[in-house]
């Protein structure tokens, strides 16, 4: 099955036909991009993802909102009209109260052999197969690969979507902290010693993606590691 990230498909589109081209001519280019990512996989079905309303992270953001430093712009005109015929056309699932990229997380973690389809690096944390259709490279990413990206990533925060990292922490500095832990305690303790607790678990928690439905991380001090859905908390070796 193909994972593809509707998000990332309809803005691409939208912002590539903002300046000349109709409704239809967005329309048509859609087309054309999904068609070619499926002729790279022709034996494999797809289902297509877009976000609808409601994220459970506006809720866990406490040092800053979450995206809220997103600058209030309009939207491409033509975005509104992609996101219908991807639902029409293209049979696209629509999320409620979690980001597309959570039931993408959660599809791929429930079905291994699936190939999220996306350009978005958050999608690295999950263990599996990835195709860039921008780039045309299809890469693994292991779960050992997968949870140390995760830990570095709560290091540095993300400044697209408002998530404050440690100052001054880019990801060299990020890696370099955890480049020698052999388990995921080592890495949390990191984070914790780094922003403290309370910031460390909210930027976990909003940078998750979650592997099962109405997820929400916890520590691996607090949570059951037996837990067969949980497989990319299982103990890093370096």
Known sequence: M???DGDIFAY?????????????DALRY????IADVLIEYPEHEYTLYLTGKGNFRNEVAVTAPYKGNRKK??????????????IRQWGAVVTEGEEADDAIAIAASASPLDV???IDKDFNQIAGTHYNFVKGIEYIITEVEGLKLFYQQILTGDAVDNIIGVEGCGEKGA?????GCRKETDMWDICRDQLGEERALENARLLWLRRIEGQMWDSPYVRDD???HYGA????SH
Not at 30 to 33: A, V
Not at 175 to 179: A, Q, S, V
């Open 2 to 4: 193909l994972l593809l």
């Open 73 to 86: 712009r309009e939207k491409p005109k033509h975005l509104q009209v992609i996101r219908e015929y991807m």
């Open 116 to 118: 999220m389809v996306s």
């Open 12 to 24: 691409r589109v939208a912002w590539a036909c903002e300046a000349e081209g109709s409704h239809s």
């Open 175 to 179: 890696l370099d902290l955890i480049h």
């Open 226 to 228: 037996k837990d067969v």
């Open 30 to 33: 859609l087309d054309e991009c």
């Open 233 to 236: 908390y299982t103990e890093a």
